[in-house]
């Protein structure tokens, strides 16, 4: 694979030492919208990291051709199951989920990351589209919660959802999109409630040059400037089982934050104050 240690700007989420380990070896992953991108990233990484791998998307084809790609760049021998599913038909993620239980027996780690988006230069009204984003972004990722953590629960396993910095700002016409977000957040702050055993983390991925992310913001490719692999070594850091990063289930979790500075300098105001969560809070 193409990662260099020096595509990332801090050394703390080095994926190499899992890589180097095969310390997923034996973890079942599934990853949500993983045929490009963002999701192909983290799919990518956890298969580099031993992981057996079930990749979701709505189509075979290009799953299929993200497994190859994954199966030619992994320098181990990993199990890569690819699913087709679109995260809005709750049958379909029923039977995924369904599917990879029966053949693996057990879920240790789930990625929400498929979503969808418009670009923001208009004002959006009250039309299908905008609520196409509303049923992609927050029902595919409710979904795929409702359906994964009872197994996550059983194996005390880590949920992630991918969000985005647009939940925490007011941006001119992304009314759908941002919406959206913030409702999933809210959504997986309730996971962390309703099923404390399992880690659920809302994580911002960075702002990174996708075709998703050129479709939203035309002209503003000069602030695309992380990397996938940003997004990617975050996701094994906060899933490897350690427990180093546990207490930040239910929060907002950024890939551009240096995870030892924030553990070091904010764990304790972010624990006892409880932050990082949406809310009002008046002092």
Same mark, same amino acid.
């Given at each position: 694979?193409?990662?260099?240690?020096?595509?990332?700007?801090?050394?703390?989420?080095?994926?190499?030492?899992?890589?180097?380990?095969?310390?997923?070896?034996?973890?079942?992953?599934?990853?949500?919208?993983?045929?490009?991108?963002?999701?192909?990233?983290?799919?990518?990484?956890?298969?580099?990291?031993?992981?057996?791998?079930?990749?979701?998307?709505?189509?075979?084809?290009?799953?299929?051709?993200?497994?190859?790609?994954?199966?030619?760049?992994?320098?181990?021998?990993?199990?890569?199951?690819?699913?087709?599913?679109?995260?809005?038909?709750?049958?379909?993620?029923? /039977?995924?989920?369904?599917?990879?239980?029966?053949?693996?027996?057990?879920?240790?780690?789930?990625?929400?990351?498929?979503?969808?988006?418009?670009?923001?230069?208009?004002?959006?009204?009250?039309?299908?589209?905008?609520?196409?984003?509303?049923?992609?972004?927050?029902?595919?990722?409710?979904?795929?919660?409702?359906?994964?953590?009872?197994?996550?629960?059983?194996?005390?396993?880590?949920?992630?959802?991918?969000?985005?910095?647009?939940?925490?700002?007011?941006?001119?016409?992304?009314?759908?999109?941002?919406?959206?977000?913030?409702?999933?957040?809210?959504?997986?702050?309730?996971?962390?409630?309703?099923?404390?055993?399992?880690?659920?983390?809302?994580?911002?991925?960075?702002?990174?040059?996708?075709?998703?992310?050129?479709?939203?913001?035309?002209?503003?490719?000069?602030?695309?400037?992380?990397?996938?692999?940003?997004?990617?070594?975050?996701?094994?850091?906060?899933?490897?089982?350690?427990?180093?990063?546990?207490?930040?289930?239910?929060?907002?979790?950024?890939?551009?934050?240096?995870? /030892?500075?924030?553990?070091?300098?904010?764990?304790?105001?972010?624990?006892?104050?409880?932050?990082?969560?949406?809310?009002?809070?008046? /002092?």
């Amino acid at each position: 694979m193409s990662f260099k240690i020096k595509d990332l700007p801090v050394t703390a989420i080095s994926p190499e030492p899992y890589f180097s380990g095969c310390s997923f070896r034996g973890k079942i992953v599934v990853v949500v919208g993983a045929s490009k991108g963002i999701g192909y990233s983290i799919a990518s990484f956890y298969a580099l990291a031993g992981a057996t791998l079930v990749i979701v998307s709505r189509s075979q084809k290009t799953l299929d051709e993200a497994r190859d790609r994954i199966l030619s760049e992994s320098c181990t021998s990993c199990d890569v199951l690819a699913l087709a599913a679109d995260t809005v038909d709750t049958k379909a993620i029923e /039977e995924v989920i369904k599917k990879v239980v029966e053949k693996y027996g057990r879920l240790d780690v789930v990625v929400a990351n498929s979503g969808a988006s418009s670009p923001w230069t208009k004002r959006n009204k009250i039309r299908n589209d905008w609520w196409k984003l509303m049923e992609v972004n927050l029902r595919g990722t409710y979904n795929v919660a409702h359906y994964a953590l009872p197994h996550l629960t059983k194996s005390k396993g880590y949920f992630i959802a991918v969000t985005s910095m647009a939940a925490q700002i007011n941006v001119p016409f992304a009314s759908a999109y941002a919406v959206s977000k913030v409702a999933s957040l809210g959504s997986d702050a309730s996971n962390h409630t309703e099923h404390p055993e399992v880690k659920s983390f809302s994580l911002h991925p960075g702002s990174i040059k996708t075709e998703g992310a050129l479709g939203v913001m035309p002209g503003m490719e000069s602030i695309l400037i992380d990397t996938l692999q940003l997004p990617a070594a975050t996701a094994l850091k906060l899933t490897d089982g350690s427990g180093r990063f546990d207490w930040l289930s239910g929060r907002f979790v950024s890939a551009n934050w240096d995870l /030892e500075e924030v553990e070091r300098d904010w764990k304790k105001d972010i624990v006892n104050k409880d932050f990082l969560k949406t809310r009002f809070t008046v /002092e």
